[in-house]
């Protein structure tokens, strides 16, 4: 690839990057997107995807699909950058298939046969702590399920000077948050990574009103289905006994949130080595963010990495609203999809002869 190439492809990155949509909500992006693919003489498949599309290079068997993203995040940018978000509370401020946030585009994807046929696939995402020219991979686990939750707790509203007239519900909410800190710290193996986070509570507006109810959000993150199921299991145990304790009612709902990123073992090293002839490959630790790209591991075998974006040890992490991306990132997330793709495309071959 030239460097005209290279040149041209970062002022598509530019225009895109100054017009971002939230997920499903992507239509110019994806206007702009197949109208740039078809001038380049590759072929757009008919579906029935809201936003993105699917296209595909050359024919015949075997058949590698790479991932690739496009939806935005509901922030304001505070960069300085030339080509920064010109809509308001919209940024291009991680990585990004259609509707890759809310855990529902690679879904849409498979759905409209995009894995039909597929030996393998593979898909990374920037990563502003390695630098340009590095590539993170490791086998296994790489990035965690998502559990998402919402706890509703209601009981029998009354005065607060009479609380024994009442359901305490804003006691009852604070001591199950506390209880369930326990879970991880005591339940899980200090060997076997895991997190649970409440991030929002909402309960009560009036000093003296005792609420009839409220509720607390948040997220567990896991890197295998014992311990997810076990999180699982011991999230509504605890919720449910605590709450019962308070004479209070208690419903969990579980959010659409992605399954475990999960680098096939045989594949993995296989694309570790080829993607040494351009890069500097290092093994990385398992990150605890999602991604729904875990939907297609769950299908075919999958291999997602990592491509160094900035490498500033002061550089902005993923979702903030001064994170940016180097355009010298391009030249190796480029070569990682073509050179792999076509190293796949020839061991697949080989093994069907």
């Not at 076990?230 to 992605?258: C, M, Y």
């Not at 570790?272 to 093994?283: C, D």
């Not at 993923?318 to 495309?345: G, M, P, S």
Request: net charge negative.
């Amino acid at each position: 690839m030239t460097r005209e190439f290279y040149e041209k492809l970062a002022k598509v990155r530019h225009q895109i990057h100054a017009h971002p949509e939230i997920s499903e909500k992507e239509f110019e992006t994806t206007a702009f997107l197949k109208d740039y693919i078809s001038k380049l003489g590759i072929r757009i498949l008919e579906t029935d995807l809201p936003t993105g599309f699917i296209a595909e290079i050359g024919q015949g068997k075997p058949v590698v699909a790479l991932r690739a993203d496009i939806d935005a995040l509901p922030l304001e940018e505070k960069t300085n950058l030339p080509y920064k978000s010109k809509n308001p509370g919209v940024m291009h401020a991680c990585g990004h298939d259609p509707a890759e946030e809310v855990s529902v585009g690679a879904y849409q994807v498979i759905e409209n046969g995009g894995l039909k046929d597929v030996s393998a696939i593979i898909g990374y995402h920037n990563y502003p702590h390695l630098k340009p020219g590095e590539i993170g991979l490791r086998s296994k686990a790489i990035m965690a399920a998502v559990d998402k939750f919402k706890v509703t707790v209601s009981g029998v509203s009354g005065h607060a000077a009479r609380p024994d007239f009442g359901t305490d519900t804003v006691l009852a909410i604070t001591t199950i948050v506390n209880n369930l800190q326990a879970i991880v710290s005591r339940t899980v193996s200090p060997f076997e990574p895991a997190v649970l986070s409440v991030t929002h509570i909402d309960v009560g507006s009036a000093w003296n009103v005792m609420p009839e109810s409220g509720y607390f959000e948040g997220t567990m993150r896991s890197f295998s289905a014992e311990t997810r199921q076990h999180l699982r299991d011991s999230f509504t145990k605890i919720i449910e006994n605590t709450a019962d304790q308070f004479a209070a009612q208690v419903s969990i709902e579980w959010g659409k949130t992605p399954t475990l990123t999960f680098n096939d073992e045989e594949l993995t090293p296989l694309i570790a080595k080829n993607s040494e002839r351009f890069a500097k490959v290092l093994e990385v630790e398992p990150l605890t963010i999602g991604e729904d790209f875990a939907a297609y591991q769950e299908k075919i075998p999958g291999v997602f990495a990592l491509i160094g974006s900035n490498g500033d040890e002061n550089a902005a992490g993923l979702h903030q609203d001064t994170f940016t991306v180097k355009d010298e990132a391009l030249k190796i997330a480029v070569q990682y999809f073509v050179e792999n793709a076509i190293y796949l495309l020839d061991y697949f071959a080989k093994d069907k002869d």
